[in-house]
């Protein structure tokens, strides 16, 4: 009999424990902006897929936040919102169980209490270069890269190459200037498309999906 009340408290702290740890990924996104932002998107790191829109019919309007509870227990995550009258912004492998908010439109306030980007922070000096990931099922044709602060794409980065699904392109720019890339790629069967702000001092590898 003792043996089996040990062994239920045993399960019962295990479950407990569980919960607690996949609790821990749980935070405040905030809306720092100008803009309302119409649709949000969080998902592991591991996994190509968005998934749904976490607003469903809502919308996050400039400096509310809403609480964001992910559907899976994976601590390193990827984040993006799209604004209203168009635009996007991403987050790309942000550790969310040692933060409390991820704000969009300004730089975090306090070490390990929330992470930002644009606005403010996209003025920080710092390192934007990266490994550029195809994280899709399809070949890529063509990658642009610029700084955001730049008034041109600039050349074709894979040149007379393509890069397949799980291969990477290393993209090196200019330190010391902004944070923030625009990014554009074309599709083997012709299709583009662009990402606009993207933060990238802080990600070694950025996976587009």
């Known amino acids: 009999m003792r043996r089996h009340l040990i062994a239920l408290l045993a399960l019962l702290a295990g479950l407990v424990g569980a919960g607690a740890a996949q609790a821990q990924n749980r935070f405040w996104l905030v809306n720092d902006t100008g803009r309302v932002i119409e649709r949000a998107y969080v998902s592991s790191s ?43 912004e991403s987050r790309m492998q942000v550790n969310a169980c040692s933060l409390s908010q991820i704000v969009f439109g ?29 994280g899709t099922g399809l070949t890529i044709r063509e990658v642009y890269v610029s700084l955001s602060t730049d008034s041109n794409w600039g050349g074709d980065r894979l ?35 662009e990402r606009r702000r993207v933060e990238t001092c802080s990600v070694n590898d950025f996976v587009w999906r």
């Open 46 to 88: 591991r996994v190509s897929d968005w998934g749904p829109d976490i607003l469903g019919t809502s919308v996050l309007p400039p400096g509310q936040r809403v609480w964001v509870t992910p559907n899976f227990g994976d601590c390193i995550l990827d984040l993006r919102v799209t604004y209203q009258g168009g635009g996007e």
């Open 106 to 134: 300004r730089s975090g306030a306090g070490a390990g209490a929330s992470i930002g980007g644009g606005g403010a922070g996209a003025s920080i000096a710092g390192n934007p270069s990266f490994y550029f990931v195809n």
């Open 159 to 193: 040149g007379q190459n393509v890069l397949q699904p799980g291969q990477r392109l290393q993209v090196s720019l200019p330190a010391g200037r902004v944070c923030t890339v625009d990014m554009r790629v074309v599709y083997a069967d012709g299709r583009s498309f």
